[in-house]
């Protein structure tokens, strides 16, 4: 019985949110005395697998077949399931990213497992029964999952667990995984990468506006603050109705939840809709005019002031340092 740790890694280089799924597994192994090893699969460099090691993982398993260089849900699934049986992993776990919440319900429909969809907590292990805390209703609310069968499957909401470094060696083995052609029943021909910019639902920093910004002409400063800062970009949602960003763009109630360890509101009132999606950052600054803003109540931080002249200021100051 062991823990199994799912990676994901994007053109070879693993994503912060599977070093913070690996420290969440590397945990539980600590807690349940298994031992734990990492799947990666696509085309890693040996070196960036042998980094693993940095995170206390001493064994890592690679699936590396050229119908698995691009990411297939169904696919993933499949070989995550395999990898699981084969070392006999009784524990699965992997981000709650975008592509984590596709796979986590097929490995446990797979594996016959309970899952916890979003974890915040590790276990509290009573009676073979796991009790894992999840944010529920935009934030607003804590559930806990009861998971009861012998099989788990975890999926870790990003940016709440912080990694750690226990730097071990590793032992990297390579496996071929039993995938079926009807497990590619969703072909990915081709993908065209728009953006470089950091990725909103696991960003560490996001710098976000609203409404207060006028139109989408201004929008070069706030992209001039999140590049400074090596942050992503956000939006209230008038401001992706109305055209003026991309609905990928959108915070809150009925876009995307994000949990930064620091979020910048500018020109944003805080509607209850907007701080649900919010609410659970580490750091909320706020910049708007109206000191009686809303979202003065929220903040950690809060600048009264209007947003065309603070903003270019604080990439000033930003820059000098
Ligand atoms: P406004 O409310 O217009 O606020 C603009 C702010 O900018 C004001 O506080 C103003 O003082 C400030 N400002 C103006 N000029 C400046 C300046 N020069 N410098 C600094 N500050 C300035 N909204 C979301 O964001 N996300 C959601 O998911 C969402 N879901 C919803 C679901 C439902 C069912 C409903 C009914 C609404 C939802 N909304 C959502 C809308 C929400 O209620 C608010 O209308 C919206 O969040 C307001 O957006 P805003 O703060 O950008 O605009």
Redesign the pocket.
């Known amino acids: 019985m062991s823990v199994l740790v799912y990676i994901e890694n994007v053109d070879g280089a693993f994503k912060k949110s599977g070093f913070e799924a690996l420290t969440y597994a590397k945990a539980i192994g600590d807690l349940t005395g298994k031992t734990v090893a990492a799947l990666s699969i696509g085309q890693v460099e040996q070196e960036s697998l042998e980094k693993l090691g940095t995170y206390g993982i001493s064994h890592v398993v690679q699936v590396d077949s050229g119908r698995l260089k691009q990411f297939v849900n169904q696919a993933y699934a499949a070989v995550i399931a395999d990898v699981a049986k084969h070392l006999q992993a009784t524990t699965i776990v992997l981000s709650n990213s975008f592509s984590g919440k596709g796979l986590a319900p097929r490995i446990a429909a797979k594996l016959g497992a309970a899952l916890a969809d979003g974890a915040i907590s590790l276990p509290i292990i009573e009676a073979d029964i796991w009790q894992i805390k999840k944010s529920v209703f935009s934030s607003k609310a804590i559930a806990t999952d009861k998971l009861r069968t012998t099989t788990k499957v975890i999926a870790l909401t990003p940016n709440v667990f912080e990694v750690k470094e226990s730097p071990v060696s590793t032992e990297i083995t390579a496996y071929e995984p039993s995938i079926n052609t009807t497990d590619f029943s969703t072909v990915i021909k081709d993908i065209v990468r728009t953006t470089d910019k950091v990725s909103l639902p696991e960003a560490d920093i996001v710098v976000s ?6 139109g989408p002409e201004n929008w070069g400063m706030i992209e001039e603050l999140a590049n400074v800062l090596g942050a992503a970009t956000a ?5 992706s109705d109305a055209g003026w960003r991309p609905h990928a763009e ?6 995307l939840a994000v949990s930064p360890s620091l979020y910048i509101a ?9 701080l ?2 919010v609410s659970s950052s580490k750091t909320i600054v706020v ?4 000191p009686e ?1 809303p ?1 003065f109540k929220v903040a950690d931080y809060g600048i009264v ?4 002249e ?1 903003v270019p200021q604080l990439i000033e100051a930003l820059k000098a340092h």
Do not use: E, Y
Request: with cysteine; proline share 3%; net charge positive.
């Open positions: 506006a609203g409404r207060g910004l006028k939006c209230s949602k008038p401001v959108h915070v809150g109630q009925t876009g500018i020109g944003i009132s805080g509607a209850i809709q907007h649900a999606g910049i708007n005019k109206d803003a979202f002031g209007d947003a065309f603070v």
